[in-house]
Nanobody, 132 residues
């Protein structure tokens, strides 16, 4: 059963923007934290950002600071990732993930060694390609 669906990826030029959406099949308020991650072939999955569904607390990895903004719309059961000033290094498959357990949103939650233990629900991913 699909519980999260990402959308909004595509092919853009360097410097352009994209907004990714993560849509939950049911009430997103069933979850406590949603994270965005990026996977590049041959590289470890990278945590970019997370948001607390309840109070909107956010966290950004260094690679996402200043250019990416995470937000949520609990009425639409969506979490967004606004990505500006895209670079070729941003190319990859972007995933959102969550879990029904009451995890906080902080830097620990999106660490590569923590994520497999903490976040059990993943979307199918959306491809972002940035041409230079």
């Amino acid at each position: 059963q699909v519980q999260l669906v990402e959308s909004g990826g595509g092919l853009v030029q360097s410097g352009e923007s994209l907004r990714l959406s993560c849509t939950a099949a049911g009430p997103i308020t069933d979850y406590y934290v949603v994270g965005w991650f990026r996977q590049v072939p041959g590289k470890q999955r990278e945590g970019l950002s997370c948001i607390s569904i309840g109070d909107g607390t956010t966290y950004y990895a260094d690679s996402a600071k200043d250019r990416f903004t995470i937000s949520r719309d609990n009425t639409e059961n969506k979490v967004y990732l606004q990505m500006n000033s895209l670079k070729s290094d941003d190319t990859g498959v972007y995933y959102c993930a969550t879990d029904p357990r009451p995890w906080p949103c902080n830097g620990i939650m999106i660490k590569p060694d923590i994520v497999p233990m903490a976040l059990d629900i993943w979307g199918q991913g959306t491809q972002v390609t940035v041409s230079s």
